[in-house]
Structure formats: structure tokens, C-alpha cells
């Protein structure tokens, strides 16, 4: 299905961007990578339905079914337990590790022939170019994390996409990459809750796209095309909805956003008080990541999170009360949410607008640090010159990725701009409501970012859709 022709078999430097991409993956993979709590959820919960037939937490004897994540990357872990650590007990995940690499690697590639087809071969080279080269999709090859196969599926979904958008002549090859592409959404979605946003572009994308210009006929295609693509990629989901239905009595599509089960209570005034304010990682860090195991500094709270002298003092005493327990109470949770909603009272337009934007701004820009194990101030140079410079160096690389991509979407070079922008678009309004900004939650607008930052190197403006079948992806 996926056929790159002359342009991938004779051309050295296509060869040669693979093998830099490759290595990087690998050497990434090679050096101990930061692990993740969230690392061992997956393989606990992938472990207990594989082997005792329980989607849940828990002992053997004593497991309790769950909505706590998604089965997507559960049942990947668990299958490649069950596979590999019969051969290599203590280091079965690095099999798992470099299946993540290699589907990197098959990312850029999908996303290098996408763009061919509507602009150029020398563009699609240039995407794989920053595919390959790009370190922040490259790190999480080498964590078990979702975001690898998170980037796959949102690749997978815009070279099906394009595809079919682009086939006018074949009624059949259209309709084969309209379940491709439904396919990739149903497998973001069963990923990570976020992968609805994934759904939803490319419904809207292929919808628009198709229906121009605007006509009976189009009209009727666009929906026939639009309802294919949607029966496919919402059919996993509707067994897992399901299953939810009939374990908790809840309609729940997708996993709680804060992970709780029905029932169980959640820091809703706390969360809604941090919102107020957070807008960097080292809240996330310091102060979010402490709640329920750790005290929590004033120190690591800045001045934006109180209005007034006396706020600042009713703040201390709420972080006081919970230090001495390491929990947050309903009556504890309850005061949180009246404090919240006094500082929005107070100054609305600073808590509702503008701290959302400077937390999307920091999850953009912010230096990786974690996927790189730096030390996340890693703005103090006498304490760790070298890891500044490493920071600097990234964050420096990753506003090249970003400025580039925007300047693309202000040229208008990008193909299905609507589409693509609109993921964008739709992702940063998700952030922006995040009590607990992390930079590795924009880690799945790369693909778009890398597409968008060749595409400002096109000689031509781009118009209309690419209707041309002409060339071999």
C-alpha cells in the first residue's frame, strides 16, 4: 500500500536520512532513558487482562476492573510480555523499544509520501529530513510511553487521508485509504483519550474536502466517504464503551480525564485552583506531581497565584493543612475550590485567557527536559552548565521546528491546511484547560509541524487540493 517508487529505491540520500534516523532511535534506545510511573500502570494493567482475563488494578487475588487508561498500549505491553520475556526475562522491553523505532521510522516515511503527492519530491525529502532528524519524536522510542505509536497513528490517519482525498478516478482505492484512515483513528483512540481529536480532524477534513465544490453529487459522496471512515474508527471504541456500560454503568466512551473510577472522588477544587495559575512544568513537577506522596513548598509557588497579601497567607495555611498529611480532604478540596473561584472572580480575564495561553506557549517551547533527563531548572548554570547548554540547545531546536511549521500554515504552502490546522487548533484549546502542563503532551503535533516546516520551503503557493494521481507514493 505503500509504494515510494524511484524516489525511495534510487536516491542515496533517502537511504541515508533512514540509517540517521535509525541510529539516532538506536542510540537513544542504548543510553538509559527516564522512567515513567505511568510505564508500569500500562504493563500491570496489559499483564492482568492477558493473563487473568481482568482489564484492572490490583493482586491475582484481588483485581478490580478499571477505566484508568485506555487498552491500547496495555495490550501492547502485555503482548510483547508475553512474547519476549520468555526469551529475555530481565530486557524484554527492549524488543518492545525498537518496535517503537521502527515505527518512528515508518512515521516520516508516511508523512515524506504524503507530501509528495501534493507538492514535490525535494519537499518529501525534506520532510524525512526532519523526521528523522528530529529528537523530541526520536526520544520516546526509547521510553514505553504511548507517544511513538501516538505519532504513528496521527501519520498513518494524514497519508490515508490524503490519499483518499486524492484519488478521484478509483472508487475502491478510495474507499480502501478511507478505512485506512478510520483505522489509524480507532487505533489513536484506543492510545490515549486525545486521539479523539484525531478523529474528529480528519472526519471534518474528509468531509470538506470532498464535498468542494459544492454540489448534490459531492454533497453525497462527502457523506457516504465521511460515514465509512466514522463506522471504522469508532467500532473498537464502541466494544470498549461496551464494556464500561456493562462493568461500571457509566457512559464512557474514553478514559476520565483524571483517571478516576466511577465513585472514587478526585482534587476537583485543587485542580480547578492550579489552573488559576499554572503555567510552566516546574508547577507540574514541584507541586502537581507532589500531591498524595510528598509535601509541597510555597517556595515552588509563584507570585501570580495570589491576589493579595492576605490570599497569599489563606493559600499558606490550605498548603500547610495538606503537608501535614500529604492528602487533600473534601473539606480540604472544597476550601481549594473557593480560593479558585475568587482569584477567577477577581481577575478573569487573567485566569481564564491569558494563563491558558502561557501554558500552551510553555508546552510548545519549553526545553524537553524530561525526555532527556535534564534537570527541569535547567536554566541555573552554576549548578549544571552543561545541562543548561543541552536545554538551550533543544529548546532552541524545537522553536526552529514550531517558527518554521507557522510559517509554512502563514504562507500557505501546507496541503489540507484546514485539516491539519484544525488538529492544531483543537489540540492547543485541550492543553490550554491542563491543570499540569508537560511538553511531551504536544509531542503528537509533530508530524504536523514536521509536514508544515517543509511545505514553507515549496517554490509555489499552494491552492486547491491536490487532485492529481499522477506519480507513486
Known amino acids: 500500500m505503500l509504494r515510494l517508487g524511484p524516489w525511495f529505491t534510487r536516491s542515496r540520500r533517502i537511504w541515508l536520512w533512514i540509517a540517521l534516523g535509525l541510529a539516532l532511535r538506536l542510540l537513544l534506545i542504548w543510553f538509559p532513558r527516564p522512567s515513567d510511573d505511568d510505564t508500569t500502570d500500562y504493563l500491570t494493567l496489559g499483564h492482568n487482562l492477558l493473563h ?21 498500549y496495555p495490550i501492547i505491553l502485555g503482548l510483547f510480555e508475553w512474547v519476549f520475556a520468555r526469551i529475555w526475562p530481565t530486557t524484554w522491553q527492549t524488543a518492545l523499544l525498537i518496535t517503537q523505532a521502527i515505527t518512528d521510522i515508518l512515521s516520516g516515511l508516511l508523512l515524506a509520501s504524503f507530501i509528495r503527492r501534493y507538492l514535490s519530491s525535494p519537499v518529501g525529502e525534506i520532510v524525512l529530513a526532519l523526521a528523522m532528524l528530529c529528537p523530541f519524536t526520536a526520544a520516546f522510542a526509547g521510553i514505553a510511553l504511548t507517544e511513538s505509536f501516538s505519532v504513528f497513528a496521527l501519520a498513518l490517519g494524514i497519508y490515508a487521508t490524503g490519499r483518499a482525498l486524492a484519488e478521484t478516478e478509483s472508487s475502491s482505492i478510495r474507499i480502501r485509504f478511507i478505512l485506512l484512515a478510520g483505522t489509524a483513528s480507532a487505533f489513536a483512540m484506543l492510545l490515549r483519550p486525545d486521539g479523539v481529536l484525531q478523529f474528529v480532524a480528519l472526519a471534518a ?9 459544492f454540489s448534490s453529487r459531492t454533497l453525497r459522496r462527502a457523506i457516504s466517504a465521511s460515514a465509512i471512515y466514522v463506522c471504522i474508527a469508532v467500532a473498537p471504541i464502541a466494544i470498549w464503551t461496551y464494556r464500561n456500560w456493562q462493568t461500571f454503568h457509566v457512559f464512557q466512551p474514553l478514559a476520565p480525564r483524571h483517571l478516576n473510577d466511577p465513585g472514587e472522588r478526585f482534587n476537583k477544587g485543587f485542580y ?20 498524595g506522596s510528598e509535601s509541597i513548598d510555597m517556595d515552588d509557588i509563584p507570585a ?3 491576589d493579595s497579601p492576605v490570599q497569599q497567607q489563606r493559600t499558606q495555611a490550605l498548603i500547610s493543612e495538606y503537608n501535614q498529611t500529604h492528602s487533600i480532604s473534601a473539606d480540604l478540596d472544597n476550601r481549594f475550590e473557593a480560593l479558585a473561584q475568587e482569584r477567577i472572580r477577581n481577575h478573569p480575564v487573567q485566569c481564564l485567557v491569558v494563563v491558558p495561553i502561557l501554558r500552551v506557549f510553555d508546552m510548545l517551547l519549553r526545553p524537553r527536559t524530561l525526555e532527556f533527563d535534564l534537570e527541569v531548572n535547567w536554566w541555573a548554570w552554576n549548578q549544571h552548565p552543561s545541562q543548561t547548554i543541552a536545554a538551550i540547545a533543544l529548546g532552541l531546536i524545537n522553536l526552529a521546528y514550531v517558527a518554521a511549521a ?26 490550554s484547560s491542563m491543570e499540569n502542563p508537560e511538553p511531551r503532551y504536544t509531542i503528537q503535533m509533530f508530524p504536523i509541524f514536521i509536514v508544515a516546516a517543509a511545505a514553507a520551503f515549496a517554490r509555489n503557493r499552494l491552492g486547491a487540493v491536490r487532485q492529481s494521481t499522477s506519480g507513486t507514493y
Open 304 to 306: 501570580r497565584a495570589f
Open 205 to 213: 477534513g474528509l468531509f470538506w474536502y470532498t464535498a468542494r465544490p
Open 406 to 431: 507557522v510559517w509554512g500554515f502563514i504562507r500557505c504552502r501546507v496541503p489540507l491546511a484546514w485539516m491539519l490546522g484544525g488538529y492544531l487548533v483543537m489540540r492547543c484549546l485541550l492543553l
Open 52 to 72: 487473568y482475563g481482568v482489564y484492572g488494578q490490583g493482586t491475582p487475588g484481588d483485581l478490580a476492573p478499571t477505566l484508568f487508561r485506555l487498552p491500547g
Open 272 to 291: 480547578d485552583w492550579l489552573r488559576t495559575w499554572s503555567t510552566e512544568f516546574i508547577t507540574t513537577a514541584n507541586v502537581f506531581w507532589n500531591v
